[in-house]
């Protein structure tokens, strides 16, 4: 057989049929027998009797009539489609066939009037029940000669029709898991349309100022589903739309999908778009509004539309009768907003399947149906002839909001979004101008009216000439805006957080004893020997005849040595002016005390008459276990370090629903253990869990989570998903506030051994396996992230780095590949990750701006002033302009210079001295061109003078870290002069001395050869032993 049928899926549906058929509810119970009968019309694309041709078989057989009887089927059809239908009709070995009425073809003559087969089938139908009533598709009226026999046929017989249309749109309203597949999948592609061309294509019309039709748009829609890439991978012929798309703005809006895009060109107000895609005759439909410039009361008015679409999926559950839906909905608009009730479309949506749209299961306030799990529905409900009272032009004054989705029917929960194209007000809102701009275009329009579209041409030419020229300038002057705003809010803020100082922590005392009852009573204690109490962590030593307890964390260190016959114990103790190492605060309970800084112990090596042991092995011992209990020590210190200040999580709530959004064969970073292991991430009602195969598990709640970035392997061996934490977190002992989850995409290190070809199969055979793994991976990882952000609706969003607007840099060691996502700077696929949150971004400073160097350096400065300044190195110079572009799009202030400062000296004068700051001008001072600049240049160089003493191993760092850097610096600045202009052309020593050398032989003066290679020399070490020229010296 050339078509095949699936057997399995008619025999299944046929029964579900028969079944509501025999409980005789509603129209079924008044039909002794079913006819449907296709005939041929190019013009129907939606017809109950094709819809339930497509149902049972899989295809649209025209010209074929279908009479359904109580106890056996009769199909008439063209032989070929009779060759086709036998598949089910010979039962013998299908066990699915039992209980399914026998099948009985005839075959159509083409030539004769078909009387006898005609007779044959109204013979059965007056054999089937009382032979009295057929059920019809009143509304199915095929024209034809062989159509209207058939039915003058009917007539003649004087057989009663009804109409079964609800009641078979009813059986056929739940999908079966096939036909959700095929339902979700037609979903997806129209997302991807409408995500991927239509909003891109309104936003490079918006942005070009193009006057583009509606229905030349819509055209342009329809073309689109012709290219694989927004297809999903779907073949083309299995697509098709189900209405041509409706798009409309200005002013003339109708809520409705019978209406046609009309001529008028796009306006940019609000632009409603509907569009459905059929994949493999199922459907799907997307409606949204997107909004140009929208006012504030547009807003509310469109968050307003997106909670009733809250409260309408709440509703829809198995059971619930649509009327009661409709009805809760209207009420809620009633309480909210009782203004809108006109407003709000007068059905809210309708059942979906085959047939685009069920007219008998719409979600208005009359249907009685009841909604079962499996359903699919499309809901759509807006607001028309809205009124925008800032409208100056008419298209402008009246608008309409119209939003709607794929949905699905589950049991207990609600609605399932099958379309998870975001709406919120920041996806769906294109904002352009401020307001200066807005009088701007009124002065404009004035013109226009005035001067007529001629000379609106010569000035819009002439404005766009004018704004191209001065892109620097604008950026200044918002520069400068930004400046003034600058000082005055972080004074404000200091001002708000003066009070709130930190106060800094004491030391802990640590006492050994409470009282004398804890005091061992050692026979070592009693002999005046060293003794260590491992219970209390303390050591119990003789001080003057004493046995004194000092606790473990007094002892600084410890020594042993032998010299001669004598062994000696040396013991440091922590004392008021003693470092204590990083971070561990320098304050002891009461420093006017007394403090033993040393003690040292002398034991003899040599044994005694009637001495059991050695009189050293004491100190040995002693100096052997006080370095254990030391260890012990230090080590519970860590981890308890590590754990202040963690902030308790709320437990994770586990979802046990099976269809969890979940992604397998992860590693994740950090490691939880030494070494890397693989896992499942699974998201869950408030968070995600990771469970390692060894069983570890680490739970991320959604609302600790700051960032959520999704890297895509674009360009990068690795895929993925990084969530950069309000609160750290402790797993493997350790706190991070950066967790993510990846797997490779490729090979990541290469065999450079073996010999490769361009043309070697393996090779090509195993790219193209890695191109279908990427998107394969791709796909999985985007389709994740889908489902949880409509989980947690939309309270998480993840964010994609913009890799066209990305530069390279080095934040810490290494350079690497810093990209802008919409609210931070990131950089994710190197560990360890950098993750730089824009709110929290005060300022950046730009360092080593000058001509002749090949890269600059980038400072952040963050609005806790308290927090260390970022530093990202090396990045390229020809990478300012977009980087000040970005910043400035932002509304981040930056500043450039052309020398380092010490930004720790900095930061803590502002931090001791926040007023004082303010007063002499705040950030001012890195402003190259502020204002006054001869004397505020001038206490600039002191203050850079002041702070800028670079150590000698931070000179040593900077010249291994960019020696061609320094060497360029020094060379052009301080001996240009000096060699002229060889030197310029960056020639090194080497072919100096030899240029010097034939110059002074041709010259004859080869006596003096010898001293100008020992200048040369000497130059040449003097350069590389100076430190960084001074920013006086660079300016000359």
């Avoid at 020639?987 to 034939?998: C, G, I, P, S, V």
């Amino acid at each position: 057989m050339a078509v095949n049928l699936d057997k399995e899926a008619y025999y299944r549906r046929i029964k579900r049929l028969y079944s509501n058929w025999k409980k005789a509810e509603d129209e079924f119970g008044k039909v002794d027998a079913i006819v449907v009968s296709v005939g041929v019309d190019e013009e129907i694309v939606y017809a109950k009797s094709t819809a339930i041709q497509t149902w049972l078989f899989g295809y649209e057989l025209t010209d074929t009539i279908m009479v359904f009887c109580d106890t056996k089927i009769i199909f008439l059809a063209s032989k070929k489609k009779v060759d086709f239908l036998k598949q089910v009709a010979v039962t013998k070995g299908n066990e699915n066939a039992n209980g399914a009425a026998p099948i009985t073809l005839l075959t159509r003559e083409k030539n004769e009037s078909n009387k006898a087969n005609f007779d044959k089938m109204i013979e059965a139908i007056r054999g089937s029940k009382e032979g009295k009533t057929v059920g019809v598709f009143s509304k199915d009226k095929f024209p034809g000669e062989y159509m209207k026999s058939w039915n003058d046929t009917i007539t003649a017989e004087g057989l009663e029709k009804v109409d079964i249309s609800a009641v078979v749109a009813y059986t056929m309203a739940v999908k079966e898991d096939g036909e959700l597949g095929l339902m979700k999948k037609a979903a997806a592609i129209t997302s991807e349309v409408y995500s991927k061309f239509f909003k891109e294509r309104v936003m490079e019309i918006v942005d070009a100022d193009e006057k583009v039709r509606h229905s030349k748009l819509a055209e342009s829609v329809e073309k689109a589903i012709e290219e694989k890439k927004y297809l999903g991978g779907a073949d083309p012929s299995t697509v098709e739309m189900c209405y041509p798309p409706i798009i409309q703005s200005g002013g003339n809006y109708s809520l409705k999908f019978s209406v046609v895009s009309d001529k008028n060109h796009m306006h940019f107000g609000a632009i409603t778009c509907a569009m459905g895609i059929r994949y493999k005759s199922y459907c799907s439909n997307l409606v949204r509004t997107l909004m140009v410039d929208p006012p504030q009361e547009m807003q509310d008015n469109y968050n307003f539309l997106l909670q009733v679409e809250e409260e309408l999926l709440k509703e829809l559950k198995h059971g619930v009768k649509i009327c009661d839906a409709y009805s809760t909905v209207l009420e809620y608009v009633k309480k909210e907003k009782p203004d809108l009730v006109a407003k709000l479309t007068k059905n809210l949506g309708f059942a979906m399947g085959i047939e685009f749209r069920e007219g008998s299961l719409v979600l208005n306030t009359k249907n009685q149906y009841k909604l079962k799990k499996g359903m699919v529905l499309s809901i759509s409900l807006g607001f028309a002839d809205l009124m925008n009272k800032d409208g100056k032009k008419d298209e402008l004054k009246k608008y309409a909001l119209f939003i709607g989705d794929t949905i699905q029917i589950n049991e207990e929960e609600a609605a399932t979004i099958l379309t998870p194209v975001k709406k919120k007000i920041k996806n769906v809102g294109i904002f352009l101008k401020n307001d200066d701009e807005d009088d701007e275009e009124e002065e404009g329009d004035d013109a226009e009216e005035l001067l007529g579209k001629g000379a609106r041409s010569a000035a819009l030419l002439a404005d766009r000439t004018r704004n191209e020229m001065t892109a620097e300038e604008k950026r200044r002057a918002h520069q400068k805006e930004l400046a003034s705003n600058l000082n005055e809010e972080a004074k404000r803020r200091l001002t708000e957080q003066k009070g709130e100082q930190q106060i800094q922590k004491a030391r802990k005392s640590n006492v050994s004893y409470k009282n004398m009852s804890q005091m061992p009573r050692e026979k070592d204690i009693r002999d005046m020997k060293i003794f260590i109490d491992k219970k209390y962590e303390t050591v119990v030593m003789p001080v003057f005849g004493i046995a004194t307890p000092f606790h473990i964390a007094t002892i600084k260190n410890i020594s042993m040595s032998v010299e001669g016959d004598y062994t000696y114990l040396r013991i440091n103790f922590y004392v008021p002016g003693s470092s204590l190492g990083r971070q561990e605060g320098n304050i002891f309970p009461n420093p006017d005390a007394t403090f033993v800084k040393e003690i040292t112990y002398r034991a003899s090596n040599l044994k005694a008459p009637g001495d059991t042991s050695v009189p050293s092995t004491n100190l040995q011992n002693a100096f052997r276990i006080i370095k254990e209990v030391q260890k012990r020590y230090k080590t519970r210190e860590a981890e308890e370090k590590e754990k202040e200040g963690i902030v308790k999580q709320d437990s994770l709530v586990i979802n046990l629903n099976r269809s969890n959004p979940k992604l397998k064969d992860l590693y994740i970073r950090p490691n939880i253990a030494q070494k890397r292991m693989q896992g499942s991430l699974e998201a869950h009602t408030n968070g995600f869990r990771f469970t390692s195969v060894r069983g570890d598990k680490v739970d991320i709640l959604y609302n600790n989570i700051k960032h959520a970035i999704f890297q895509p392997c674009d360009g990068e061996m690795i895929i993925v998903l990084h969530f950069h934490l309000k609160n750290a977190i402790m797993f493997g002992k350790r706190r991070h506030t950066d967790v993510q989850f990846y797997t490779e995409v490729g090979e990541i290190t290469t065999d450079l051994g073996k010999h490769q070809h361009m043309h070697d199969r393996d090779d090509l055979y195993a790219e193209q396996m890695e191109r279908e793994m990427r998107h394969k991976l791709k796909s999985a990882f985007k389709n994740f992230t889908d489902k949880v952000e409509a989980l947690t609706k939309e309270e998480l969003e993840f964010e994609v780095p913009f890799r066209d607007l990305g530069f390279q840099g080095a934040p810490y060691r290494s350079t690497c590949l810093l990209q802008p996502t919409s609210s931070s700077l990131v950089n994710v696929t190197e560990w360890p990750p950098f993750v730089v949150t824009l709110d929290e971004v005060e300022l950046v400073h730009f360092e080593r701006v000058q001509f002749h160097l090949k890269n600059f350096d980038v400072v952040i400065v963050y609005k806790d002033y308290n927090k260390k300044v970022t530093m990202i190195n090396a990045v390229p110079v020809n990478s300012l302009d977009p980087i000040k572009e970005w910043f400035n799009s932002c509304d981040i202030k930056y500043t450039e210079g052309v020398q380092s400062l010490n930004w720790t000296k900095i930061m803590k004068t502002i931090v001791d001295d926040p007023e004082g700051f303010f007063e002499q001008g705040g950030w001012s001072f890195l402003d190259p061109e502020s204002e006054g600049s001869g004397g505020e240049e001038d206490s600039e160089s002191e203050m850079e003078d002041e702070t800028f003493n670079p150590s000698a191993d931070e000179e040593e760092e900077e010249e291994e870290d960019s020696d061609e850097d320094y060497s360029s610096e020094t060379e052009d600045s301080d001996y240009s002069e000096s060699l002229g202009s060889e030197e310029e052309s960056g020639k090194d020593w080497d072919e100096l001395e030899e240029e010097a050398r034939k110059a002074d032989r041709e010259s004859h003066y080869e006596d003096e050869d010898t001293s100008n290679n020992n200048n040369i020399n000497n130059k040449k070490r003097k350069v590389r032993s100076s430190a960084p020229p001074s920013k006086k010296k660079r300016r000359s």
